[in-house]
């Protein structure tokens, strides 16, 4: 098994710039999450999912869509970059829900100029 | 909403020491309290994790407590080495079935010295 793998590792955008950053496990894991990551603010939860077709708001929302068409991939789309969104984006998976181990992906580091 | 507040930011220790993270959360429904690990470039790692059943749970040279009342779980190293060097999370969540949601704390960068 992979795991969760993020991509891209690294991107650097300009302002009112789109991106996708993409995320995908495989292990059959229903609920997966997205946080970004910034120092003295710990983890932020951005989205989640419990599964397919299924999304909701964490802590942090604004400035992101996701959507969650299969299993596998949860993709977060930033819409019109901002300065303020440079961060640390981490992907993490669980088999059933939040109660339970989280799977952390690499991360991607995302620079807005 | 579910919020969950860390202490100390930055701990140092002696390699053997012990050291203690201390975190609290907010909502009284929280029943699940996990800690991490997150080494330099890498994503968080689960080390320990405890239930609102439970008031202690032990792994070898790691220990979490919980006290319910007070709303405040700890995480315990002992005998500390330098790979425990690193930025260590706590979190709480309120979990019911495939739902809830897993908030964080601020983090704890800690840095054994050999």
């Known amino acids: 098994n992979a795991g969760v793998t993020q991509t891209p590792k690294f991107q650097v955008l300009k302002t009112g710039q789109s991106m996708t950053l993409q995320c995908a496990q495989d292990?059959?894991?229903?609920?997966m999450s997205w946080y970004r990551q910034d120092p003295g603010m710990g983890l932020r939860l951005i989205h989640y999912?419990?599964?397919?077709?299924?999304?909701d708001q964490g802590e942090v929302p604004n400035g992101y869509n996701v959507s969650r068409s299969t299993t596998e991939d949860f993709p977060l789309r930033l819409l019109s970059a901002a300065p303020s969104q440079t961060s640390v984006y981490f992907c993490?998976?669980?088999?059933?829900?939040?109660?339970?181990?989280?799977?952390f992906g690499p991360g991607t580091r995302l620079l807005v100029l | 909403g579910e919020n969950v507040e860390q202490h100390p930011s930055t701990l140092s220790v002696q390699e053997g020491d012990s050291a203690v993270i201390k975190c609290t959360y907010s909502?009284?429904?929280?029943?699940?309290f996990p800690w991490y690990k997150q080494e330099l470039g890498k994503g968080p790692q689960l080390i320990i994790d405890?239930?609102?059943?439970?008031g202690e749970k032990k792994d070898q040279r790691i220990a979490v407590t919980l006290n319910k009342t007070a709303k405040h779980f700890s995480l315990h190293i002992t005998e500390t080495q330098p790979e425990d060097s690193a930025v260590y999370f706590c979190?709480?969540?309120?979990?019911?079935?495939?739902?809830?949601?897993?908030?964080f704390g601020q983090g704890t960068t800690l840095q054994v010295k050999p």
């Open positions: 999912s419990v599964g397919a077709g299924i999304t």
């Open positions: 909502d009284s429904a929280s029943n699940y």
């Open positions: 979190a709480a969540s309120i979990s019911s079935g495939n739902t809830g949601k897993l908030i």
């Open positions: 405890i239930r609102s059943n439970v």
């Open positions: 292990m059959n894991h229903e609920y």
């Open positions: 993490a998976s669980s088999y059933q829900g939040a109660g339970e181990t989280q799977y």
